[in-house]
């Protein structure tokens, strides 16, 4: 399995922005899939993006609720994957986790139950 940590949560206003990163250490994400979900207090875990390591292909959670705002990207040089979140909402506030699976397919990539690999979390708080 590959070891994963991500970075880059913090405490920010509304409208602001943050860079979330996963870098995977122990192998490369080369073959993978890495999704970024997020858990808010009391709530379920959520998927909110993932990227396919190979092609760069992208999805997004089919709610609005990340649609137009969040972008995933991937950097090669550095095996680290990125979550660009902007015109952030106290609705953003969670942990934001990373994970990698083998498993590519799209429709699975929304399950966290498809992960194997998942970092420590990162906090993410906005406020109003």
Same mark, same amino acid.
């Not at 090669?76 to 909402?89: D, E, F, G, I």
């Not at 699976?101 to 498809?114: A, I, Q, V």
């Given at each position: ?46 998927? $909110? #993006?993932?990227?396919?390591? =190979? ?12 649609? @137009?705002?969040? %972008? ?26 990373? $994970? #990698?699976?083998?498993?590519? =397919? ?12 998942? @970092?420590?979390? %990162? ?6």
């Amino acid at each position: 399995q590959v070891q994963l940590v991500e970075s880059g949560g913090g405490l920010v206003q509304t409208g602001n922005s943050l860079r979330l990163s996963c870098a995977a250490s122990g192998r490369t994400f080369s073959g993978a899939a890495v999704g970024w979900f997020r858990q808010a207090p009391g709530k379920e875990r959520e998927f $909110a #993006a993932a990227i396919r390591w =190979s092609g760069g292909v992208t999805y997004y959670a089919d709610s609005d609720s990340v649609k @137009g705002r969040f %972008t995933i990207s991937r950097d090669y040089a550095k095996n680290t994957v990125h979550l660009q979140m902007n015109s952030l909402k106290p609705e953003d506030t969670a942990v934001y986790y990373c $994970a #990698a699976t083998m498993f590519t =397919s799209f429709p699975s990539l929304r399950h966290d139950s498809t992960y194997d690999s998942w @970092g420590q979390g %990162t906090q993410v708080t906005v406020s109003s």
